[in-house]
Structures are given as structure tokens and as C-alpha cells.
């Protein structure tokens, strides 16, 4: 008959190998998930940089976009002034006209 010692004897004979195996596999996929975060890692900052860059450049052109849109708003207002002006310039020049 087998005894318990022979036979934990032999399983960690059979198991031993493997299990060392295993850890060796274990660590290499370690190494490789570690070069795999320190990538992705790499590559989210050099994107958050690139989408601060464009973020600024956009507000840049939106902030002079927004100076130019209130110069228009200037110009027709001064537009609009200036065409009543001249609404009562003629008006009055009629006026004059119409006395003489």
C-alpha cells in the first residue's frame, strides 16, 4: 500500500515543475502587461497634450472670433446711425426746399 509521504512525495514531484513553470509564464506575462501599461500610459499623456494644444489654439481663434463678430456689431450699429442721420438730413433739407 502507498503511504500519504510516498504519495505527497510523488505529486510534488509531478506538480513542482509545473508549478515553477507556471510562475515563470506568470511573470513574463507581468513584464509584458507592465510594458503594455507604461505605452498606453505614454500615449494618453502625449494625447492629453495634443488636446490641450488644439483647445487652446480653438479658444484662441473662437476668442477672436468673438472680438471680430462685436466689430461687425459696431459697424452696423454705426451703419444704422448714420443712414438715420442721413434720413433726417434729407428730411430737413426737403424741408428747407419746400420753404423756398
Request: aromatic letters at 4%.
Amino acid at each position: 500500500m502507498v503511504s500519504i509521504t510516498d504519495f505527497t512525495s510523488a505529486f510534488e514531484k509531478i506538480l513542482t515543475p509545473n508549478v515553477e513553470m507556471l510562475k515563470g509564464e506568470i511573470k513574463a506575462l507581468d513584464t509584458k502587461i507592465d510594458s503594455v501599461r507604461n505605452s498606453v500610459e505614454e500615449l494618453d499623456k502625449r494625447l492629453t497634450n495634443k488636446i490641450d494644444e488644439m483647445d487652446k489654439r480653438l479658444t484662441t481663434r473662437i476668442d477672436a472670433l468673438s472680438e471680430k463678430m462685436d466689430i461687425i456689431k459696431d459697424v452696423e450699429q454705426v451703419k444704422a446711425n448714420l443712414t438715420q442721420f442721413t434720413e433726417q438730413v434729407q428730411a430737413r433739407l426737403t424741408q428747407l426746399e419746400a420753404r423756398h
